[in-house]
């Protein structure tokens, strides 16, 4: 493709894009105006009727808790993939290929990175641990905490090594953790169904809103989901600091 | 409040701008992971603190570390080919 062709090709679809979107601008509602009829409802409802004081959370865990177990699944499903993609094959044995690019050195890590990332390790955990039970009270859930607590052995490989981080996150354990998560989700749907209710529909006590225990299920679920999220994320770490470690190894 | 989502969104139009005219790959995660966080940001401003910790985590820490982790996987392959 030559210069000018491309040229052509860009003002065209440049336009068509331009044109398309001062027209879905145009149709937009006015800025701060235009919230839908179900928001409001759910504002009105989340906290007298299902005792949950973060109304993200009454949505995604509750009213619409089914939609959520799809969305963990696509989760579950792409660090499967990731893993499929990234697992030995015959022709490339485990460390036996040597580092034979010359004059290649890995930088070592600098002590401020070290002393930082060990100083935030501790900190990490608790607030993603934070984040997970909080989610029917403030901001957060499962997912955000997963993803916060899955960044502790990144933090763990920055101020150690990749050995340290095995060590504390063995792989066949992460592995468990992810699973068990992943099926607590369909266990505890299954539960309502089992007790004669509909499936996810939130039988358990509501407890008093704005406190831990409130919620009746939803602490449950994302119990469940942080453990999924953030069993997922690390193998995903943990598979791809393996392929890289390999040669340095040997 | 309007001051905050004024400035916000001309940092967020900066920062987009920023990502595409980075060249090198691995300079280029760093700066989507600024990004992500300018986003996070803008989620807050907009009142949604929900979307913005989501915003946070995986625009400013999962997004960045993939692409990291895939860069050096790359990197690898492309050596031992060369070898």
Request: glycine share 18%; aromatic share 8%.
């Given at each position: 493709m030559t210069r000018r062709i491309r040229l052509k090709f860009f003002l065209v679809s440049a336009a068509a894009l331009a044109l398309c979107f001062f027209w879905g601008y145009a149709g937009l509602p006015a800025f701060?105006?235009?919230?839908?009829?179900?928001?409001?409802?759910?504002?009105?409802?989340?906290?007298?009727?299902?005792?949950?004081?973060?109304?993200?959370?009454?949505?995604?865990?509750?009213?619409?808790?089914?939609?959520?177990?799809?969305?963990?699944?696509?989760?579950?499903?792409?660090?499967?993939?990731?893993?499929?993609?990234?697992r030995r094959t015959k022709d490339e044995p485990a460390g036996d290929h040597e580092d034979k690019a010359p004059g290649r050195k890995v930088p070592p890590v600098s002590d401020a990175v070290r002393v930082i990332a060990l100083l935030l390790l501790a900190p990490t955990i608790v607030f993603g641990w934070y984040i997970v039970v909080?989610?029917?009270?403030?901001?957060?859930?499962?997912?955000?905490?997963?993803?916060?607590?899955?960044s502790a052995p990144l933090l763990l490989y920055l101020c150690g090594s990749y050995p340290k981080v095995r060590g504390a996150a063995?792989?066949?354990?992460?592995?468990?953790?992810?699973?068990?998560?992943?099926?607590?989700?369909?266990?505890?749907?299954?539960?309502?169904?089992a007790l004669g209710g509909m499936f996810l529909e939130n039988l358990l006590p509501?407890?008093?809103?704005?406190?831990?225990?409130?919620?009746g299920m939803v602490p449950f679920i994302n119990l469940g989901v942080g453990l999924e999220v953030s069993g997922g994320f690390t193998l995903i770490l943990l598979v791809y600091l393996e392929e890289l470690m390999e040669e340095k190894e040997s | 409040m309007i001051v905050f989502q004024a400035f916000i969104l001309l940092f967020v139009a900066a920062g987009g701008t920023a990502v595409v005219f980075t060249r090198d790959a691995t300079s280029q995660a760093i700066?989507?992971?600024?990004?992500?966080?300018?986003?996070?940001?803008m989620f807050f401003v907009f009142q949604a603190p929900d979307v913005a910790l989501s915003q946070i985590v995986v625009g400013a820490m999962a997004l960045p570390l993939m692409i990291m982790l895939a860069l050096a996987r790359i990197r690898k392959q492309n050596r031992k080919r060369q070898q």
């Open positions: 701060g105006h235009g919230s839908s009829i179900y928001a409001d409802i759910v504002n009105a409802i989340s906290v007298p009727q299902r005792h949950i004081t973060d109304a993200v959370t009454a949505v995604n865990f509750d009213i619409r808790g089914f939609d959520t177990l799809g969305e963990e699944f696509i989760l579950f499903t792409s660090v499967l993939g990731v893993i499929l993609l990234m909080h989610g029917q009270v403030t901001p957060g859930g499962g997912f955000q905490g997963g993803v916060i607590l899955s063995a792989p066949r354990l992460i592995e468990i953790a992810e699973a068990l998560g992943a099926a607590g989700y369909i266990v505890i749907g299954g539960a309502c169904v509501l407890g008093k809103a704005g406190t831990l225990t409130s919620g | 700066v989507v992971s600024f990004y992500g966080l300018l986003l996070g940001i």
